[in-house]
């Protein structure tokens, strides 16, 4: 059940949002928007939006984790955001 708190993701993808209002069928949901952290938010239609487990959220997080450190050893900061860098490396099947 979708509460204030509640760890989301919409059913067609994007980042993962952190729920805070729930007013009928609607969650106001907000969530980081890039790497500099920038918040961004958002309602959404309550069955649009899948709850993520607190097992599957910290795996998420251990993966980020991982490519950020990759990325970051081998780009630096600065020079190509993350995302870009991920599809070129994906594009390239390493």
Same mark, same amino acid.
Request: hydrophobic share 45%.
């Given at each position: 059940?979708?509460?204030?708190?509640?760890?989301?993701?919409?059913?067609?993808?994007?980042?993962?949002?952190?729920?805070?209002?729930?007013?009928?069928?609607?969650?106001?949901?907000?969530?980081?928007?890039?790497?500099?952290?920038?918040?961004?938010? %958002?309602?959404?239609?309550? *069955?649009?939006?899948?709850?993520?487990?607190?097992? =599957?959220?910290?795996? !998420?997080?251990? &993966?980020?984790?991982?490519?950020? %450190?990759?990325?970051?050893? *081998?780009?630096?900061?600065?020079?190509?955001?993350? =995302?870009?860098?991920? !599809?070129?490396? &994906?594009?390239?099947?390493?």
């Amino acid at each position: 059940m979708i509460k204030i708190g509640s760890t989301v993701k919409l059913k067609s993808g994007g980042p993962l949002m952190t729920v805070i209002s729930v007013v009928d069928d609607r969650a106001w949901c907000m969530w980081f928007a890039d790497e500099k952290f920038d918040v961004a938010g %958002a309602d959404f239609h309550i *069955q649009s939006l899948v709850e993520m487990s607190d097992e =599957l959220q910290d795996e !998420i997080t251990k &993966v980020y984790h991982i490519v950020k %450190a990759a990325y970051q050893e *081998q780009v630096g900061e600065g020079k190509i955001n993350l =995302l870009s860098w991920l !599809i070129i490396r &994906v594009k390239k099947g390493q």
